[in-house]
């Protein structure tokens, strides 16, 4: 078949109204074509701001049948546990507006509150209160230290993690109160639940994390304040945003695993076949867990050297809630946060990882029956490789050991996530590593697109990619509309005036007609 039948062959097709994309160079399209890798919140706010510029040739491909990503709010007992986002850092930004006007912002907590006042769990243990009061009083004025160091010495701040940071502090108290070894064994342990504050709070193993972050940070609130969500939180506010676009835009259970550069566009392929479509723009919201572990077989060709950097040389950390019902609680009712504390040489020889990872229990404030156990930085894949019957059952023990009664029912229900185990996910979110800090790696480097022929093609947005607010949802909601923003301000900046300012209803009605996108099920061979 000659090249001249092909390209009649062609027109006849898209006459007909069957959906193969219309030949055409992007100079002669009256508005642009963009895909977007990702339905969490980066994706959904991109697509919510493409809308609202008035473009309608857009497609959202998700891998999982549900938006929201790592925000996975899950329906219980007339609310929602809120696996992923729960929190809002700050007021000063629209996820906090957007909160409000829903009626979801439940009141301000403080970011330490789990080690600043809890309940400690220390069962029949010879424990003397007077040195955990005195351990309190060691680590109460950390936090600020650390953070004067990170805004006023650089050098200091970007040659520690805060394992190292407070490895100095911990030998020196040590030293000062004469603490001898078998006493220290105590201080051991309220150490591991000092250490759970930082990797809750960054996701990351603080044997990784650099104190730099702290200085490149900032969500411009006081420091150590936001903002709880009530029981719908994140549920209502993911689907107010999911709502602002045409739910035909999304396609849902459809992982893209390459994208391809081209001179005239770039192209996808799905985990449903080769997108038959030429798009202007992508704008990629995967985590930046997917992109460490994918990004060799996801871009073709491989991603500029500098973006590799970044990508393999920042932290993706993470930090996940575990949820268990008790059908009779046996905790007191104005118990908030619970430590559980074994110590090794008086609770067991040798502690396991479960119980060292085990440090933060919380009761769920709208819910007086159910606790949720905080697990950050290695504890999260310690709890992801059990089994929900070894969970229950370890978790069962402890506390039973750890109130000294052993007439503690079992939870009659655990609901959990296992983020390092979903390839769509793979982690929490990001953070600034002692090797990205050294080499001068800030998060702004993942938002740098992928250029050809000196215009931006390839974008990319999510809580990793924000300067500022890296690691949060509203930092995904600002990247996905600047990433929007980029697409929509590159193409009509190249356009001529008299293809902005009109519509080619032809090509408009083509495009309504028909679905947006097909798969390729066949090849076409030529003789």
């Known amino acids: 078949m000659s090249m001249i039948k092909i390209r009649l062959v062609l027109t006849v097709i898209i006459a007909c109204g069957i959906s193969i994309q219309k030949e055409s160079s992007s100079e002669d399209a009256s508005e642009p074509h963009i895909a977007i890798v990702g339905a969490g919140m980066a994706g959904l706010s991109a697509a919510r701001r493409l809308t609202e510029l008035g473009l309608t040739q857009f497609d959202v491909f998700e891998g999982a049948d549900r938006i929201g990503g790592r925000i996975h ?38 970011d330490q509150a789990h080690i600043a006042n809890p309940t400690y769990l220390i069962g029949n243990q010879p424990i003397d209160s007077s040195d955990i009061d005195l351990f309190l009083n060691f680590t109460h004025p950390l936090d600020p230290k650390y953070r004067d160091i990170a805004r006023d010495d650089e050098y200091t701040s970007k040659q520690n993690t805060f394992f ?56 411009r609130g006081p420091e150590g304040e936001s903002f709880a969500t009530n029981k719908f939180g994140y549920k209502h506010i993911i689907d107010y945003i999911y709502q602002q676009t045409p739910e035909e835009r999304f396609h849902f259970n459809e992982r893209v695993e390459n994208i391809r550069l081209e001179n005239d566009g770039v192209y996808l392929t799905t985990s449903k076949g080769e997108i038959l479509k030429r798009y202007d723009y992508v704008i990629v919201t995967a985590s930046l867990g997917v992109l460490k572990k994918f990004h060799t077989k996801m871009f073709t060709p491989r991603l500029p050297r500098r973006k ?42 040798k502690i396991t990882p479960f119980e060292r990872e085990f440090t933060t229990i919380q009761k769920v404030d709208w819910e007086p029956n159910t606790l949720t156990a905080w697990i950050a930085g290695p504890g999260h894949e310690v709890m992801d490789n059990l089994s929900d019957e070894e969970l229950m059952e370890k978790a069962t023990k402890l506390i039973r050991d750890m109130n000294d009664d052993q007439s503690i029912e079992p939870p009659s229900q655990i609901i959990r996530t296992k983020l390092t185990k979903n390839d ?40 990793g990619t924000h300067y500022r607010l890296f690691q949060t949802a509203i930092g ?43 798969h390729r099920t066949n090849t076409v061979t030529t003789s």
């Open 308 to 349: 590799i950097e970044a990508i393999e040389k920042l932290g993706f950390g993470e930090s996940c809630k575990i949820f268990f019902r008790w059908e009779n609680p046996w905790w007191r009712n104005d118990t908030v946060h619970m430590v559980p504390l074994p110590v090794e040489g008086m609770y067991t020889d």
């Open 424 to 463: 769509l996910l793979l982690g929490s979110y990001s953070y600034t590593t002692k090797e990205a800090a050294l080499a001068n790696i800030t998060h702004s480097r993942l938002a740098i697109p992928v250029k050809r022929n000196g215009r931006p093609r390839i974008l990319f947005a999510g809580e």
């Open 164 to 219: 190292e940071l407070y490895a100095k502090d911990y030998s020196r108290f040590l030293k000062e109160n004469n603490i001898s070894a078998e006493r220290q064994k105590l201080f051991d342990a309220l150490s591991r639940s000092y250490r759970s504050y930082w990797e809750f709070e960054w996701a990351a193993d603080w044997t990784k994390l650099s104190v730099h972050v702290l200085k490149e940070w900032n969500d």
């Open 73 to 110: 709010p899950i329906p219980y007992q007339g609310g929602y546990l809120q696996m992923g986002a729960q929190y809002i850092n700050g007021a000063d930004n629209p996820i906090y507006r957007i909160a409000e006007k829903l009626g979801v912002v439940a009141g301000v907590v403080d």
């Open 476 to 518: 995904a909601f600002l990247s996905g509309r600047r990433e929007a923003d980029r697409a929509f301000n590159d193409f009509y900046q190249h356009r001529p005036s008299e293809i902005i300012n009109s519509q080619s209803s032809l090509y408009h009605d083509q495009q309504i007609e028909c679905p947006q996108y097909t």
